[in-house]
């Protein structure tokens, strides 16, 4: 984002479209309507991540690990909940808006909320990647115990 914050308006809609097109996969899509459902390694990521992490939580329940596990579980719903609140509504609308030479693309833009865009981003980028890292922690800590076991 911040090589799309310094272009013009038209530039930064005709590229935000770009990505969110080839991110969507839309184009192999007949009849589509823009909700990601094109991008199959998201659609199989984002729920078999959690799928995993309620699975650990299972196998974990009367461990030492369990609050890790939930810790991180609580991370990963707050990244997905931010996704799914300011990131995906402004990414379909500006998907959504028509060709970039056709449009007004000024108001397009503001409308994006390109400021609350991005720390929405960052909220997800962090809670995921602190949730990641509970989980690695988990993963070194049992490592450690099965080498002292060894």
């Known amino acids: 984002m911040p090589g799309l914050a310094g272009i013009d308006d038209q530039a930064f809609v005709a590229a935000f479209q770009g990505l969110e097109t080839r991110f969507q996969n839309a184009k192999n899509i007949p009849g589509y309507e823009p909700y990601g459902f094109g991008n199959i390694p998201a659609i199989i990521a ?22 890790w596990i939930c810790i991180a579980i609580v991370l990963f719903i707050a990244g997905l909940t931010s ?16 060709d970039s030479s ?8 503001k409308n994006f909320n390109e400021k609350t865009w991005l720390h929405a981003n960052h909220f997800r980028a962090l809670t ?8 690695l922690w988990i993963l070194f800590k049992k490592l450690n115990v099965a080498a002292a076991n060894f």
């Open 46 to 67: 984002f729920p078999g991540a959690f799928l995993f992490l309620i699975l650990s939580a299972f196998q974990n329940w009367k461990t030492q690990y369990f609050k």
């Open 83 to 98: 996704t799914f609140i300011y990131n995906l509504p402004a990414n379909i609308e500006i998907f959504s808006a028509g």
């Open 102 to 109: 056709q449009i007004d693309v000024a108001t397009i833009r």
């Open 128 to 135: 995921t990647c602190l949730a990641t890292f509970c989980m």
